[in-house]
């Protein structure tokens, strides 16, 4: 049985930084496609940035230069390092995971690409 388990979202102001964390059980983050998607009121859920099992990461054009993605193997844990935060990065932020024998790393964007999710985490910047 798999789950997601997220957390280090919170309230910041502009500018500010936040470093999500992901932690798996049932799976290894370092056999699978690791990625963030977040979703705000009234807006399509959409895919910030992934992490495949070659350690190589995709991210967002709205978030390419700010954010990053990582992976502990050890601690079996995903990262996602949010910096210079804009009030429009506010949002629920979600981990999401797959095989990465299953996975499409040129669709990471797409949710429907993930088997598991974990239940969110709330970034909010003003």
């Known amino acids: 049985h798999v789950q997601l388990v997220e957390s280090g979202g919170g309230s910041v102001q502009t500018g500010g930084s936040l470093r999500l964390s992901c932690a798996p059980s049932g799976l290894s983050v370092s056999d699978s496609s690791m990625a963030w998607f977040r979703q705000a009121p009234g807006k399509e859920r959409e895919g910030v940035a992934a992490i495949v099992s070659d350690g190589s990461t995709e991210y967002a054009d709205s978030v390419k230069t700010r954010f990053t993605i990582s992976r502990d193997n050890a601690k079996n844990i995903a990262y996602l390092q949010m910096n210079s935060l804009k009030p429009e990065d506010t949002a629920m932020y979600y981990c999401?995971?797959?095989?990465?024998?299953?996975?499409?790393?040129?669709?990471?964007?797409?949710?429907?690409?993930?088997?598991?999710w974990g239940q969110g985490t709330q970034v909010t910047v003003s």
């Open positions: 999401a995971a797959q095989s990465s024998f299953v996975c499409n790393r040129h669709m990471w964007y797409l949710s429907t690409e993930y088997s598991y």
